[in-house]
């Protein structure tokens, strides 16, 4: 991997970190429908990592939800769960952003904190067992 990419997958990676932490606070603090965006936007950013070192750049969400499923879900060079979850969490991260009425309770976010986690966990080792140096 040339510098310039190594350098884009750790930042990725630390900004996936960010996001995870910047979803509990938020849930911590009371508002369990603003949680749910950062903790999507931790996949987002682990899933952005993986593509990258493939050589993929999408330009939308939907885009990277797609291209992820293409290149790592159906091959199964991943788990199909790690699909599901960044499919669902893209849903709820607009049900948060964009609802006047967000139908998020806490326990829904709780879960979606969970399986971000689960995504990030599993993507970052996925990552750093085939890419030497990272």
């Not at 750049?57 to 990277?64: D, I, K, N, Y």
């Not at 996925?126 to 890419?131: K, Q, V, W």
């Amino acid at each position: 991997m040339d510098n310039d990419l190594d350098e884009r997958v750790r930042a990725a990676l630390g900004r996936a970190q960010d996001k995870l932490k910047v979803a509990k606070r938020v849930l911590d603090a009371g508002f369990p429908a603003e949680s749910v965006p950062p903790a999507y936007y931790a996949c987002f950013h682990v899933a952005e990592a993986a593509l990258a070192i493939e050589g993929i750049e999408p330009r939308t969400h939907e885009g990277l939800k797609s291209a992820f499923g293409l290149h790592f879900i159906k091959p199964g060079r991943l788990p199909a769960e790690l699909g599901s979850i960044l499919r669902e969490l893209k849903d709820e991260r607009e049900n948060g952003d964009y609802s006047v009425f967000p139908a998020i309770t806490s326990e829904d976010a709780t879960r979606a904190i969970a399986a971000a986690e689960k995504f990030v966990e599993a993507v970052s080792t996925f990552i750093s067992s085939n890419e030497r140096g990272l």
